[in-house]
């Protein structure tokens, strides 16, 4: 029986060797095995990293195209409105220009009406002189006719028998 018990003894070491070896087989297998899922998990997690920037990349690109498309569109449109702004200003100064040269030719032909008007005025004003210088002399002759031995004192007696209106100037 002592020969049994060892063959047992022996026999249970066996099995309790195998059953360790098993155990560290399968320690090891499930160790490979976090690992390889593990390994798994980060080539997942490295390719959706990987992919997310891509797509942000893209996503940065588009919006990239759009601001460059947006910033022409309105340094288009900036130059349309300045070129406009430069045509109306030039419009405007045009018609100024324009409408000085019509006041300078309206004020020289006004200028020169003016001096024809001072010249007539001047040639009426001369003619009427004469004429006054010669009505006074007519008077005075006509004066020295009536009353020939008057004196210059006795002529306004003497201009009353004329029969000759009073000038009042600056009356109607």
Not at 5 to 20: K, T
Not at 103 to 114: C, K
């Amino acid at each position: 029986m002592e020969n049994e018990v060892a063959q047992a003894s022996a026999r249970v070491a066996d099995i309790v060797a195998a059953a360790e070896r098993a155990a560290d087989e399968l320690y090891a297998q499930a160790e490979k095995r976090m690992r390889e899922r593990i390994a798994e998990g980060d080539r997942a997690a490295q390719n959706r990293v990987e992919a997310a920037e891509s797509e942000a990349f893209e996503i940065l690109a588009n919006a990239q195209e759009q601001a460059d498309k947006l910033v022409r569109e309105a340094q288009e449109r900036a130059d349309e409105i300045r070129d406009a702004a430069r045509q109306d200003a030039r419009d405007i100064v045009g018609e100024a220009s324009a409408t000085t040269r019509g006041v300078l030719r309206d004020g020289t032909e006004l200028s020169g009406h003016l001096r024809e008007l001072s010249e007539s005025l001047r040639a009426n004003a001369e003619l009427l002189l004469r004429d006054v210088r010669m009505a006074h002399s007519e008077m005075n002759a006509r004066i020295d006719q009536v009353v020939p031995d008057a004196s210059v004192r006795d002529r306004p007696a003497a201009i009353d028998e004329l029969d000759v209106p009073e000038f009042h100037p600056g009356r109607r």
